[in-house]
């Protein structure tokens, strides 16, 4: 069964920094790409970032170009998502998500995570 775990999310001031986690299991590591999204109220889920985790390559939506980091321990099965400059309009539901392929739509993705609440105060 395959399962995603995130965590590390919580309240942070403007400006401030937090690193989103996410736990993988039930399927070969390697063999897939984990993506981050979010969603904030009233609003779609949108792609910001995935890795490819059988050779480590990053893409990144222009909006979180320079504030994001996506990495990945393939040891630990874990991706994290480092955010620093942390914006009131990064406030949202943060979700990870698997796939074969990647990218940065919903529905490219097979498998999702239940999500960890970020929430920025001004």
């Known amino acids: 069964e395959v399962q995603l775990v995130e965590s590390g999310g919580g309240l942070v001031q403007a400006g401030g920094s937090l690193r989103l986690s996410c736990a993988a299991s039930?399927?070969?590591?390697?063999?897939?790409?984990i993506g981050w999204f979010r969603q904030a109220p009233g609003k779609e889920r949108e792609g910001l970032s995935y890795?490819?985790?059988?050779?480590?390559?990053?893409y990144y939506r222009e909006f979180v170009k320079g504030r994001f980091t996506i990495s990945s321990d393939n040891a630990k099965n874990t991706v994290y998502l480092q955010m620093n400059s942390l914006k009131a309009e990064d406030t949202a539901v943060y979700y990870c998500?698997?796939?074969?392929?990647?990218?940065?739509?919903?529905?490219?993705?097979?498998?999702w995570g239940q999500g960890t609440q970020v929430t920025v105060s001004s």
């Open positions: 998500a698997a796939d074969r392929h990647g990218g940065f739509k919903t529905y490219e993705f097979d498998y």
């Open positions: 890795i490819s985790l059988s050779h480590g390559t990053a």
């Open positions: 039930g399927f070969i590591f390697d063999d897939y790409a």
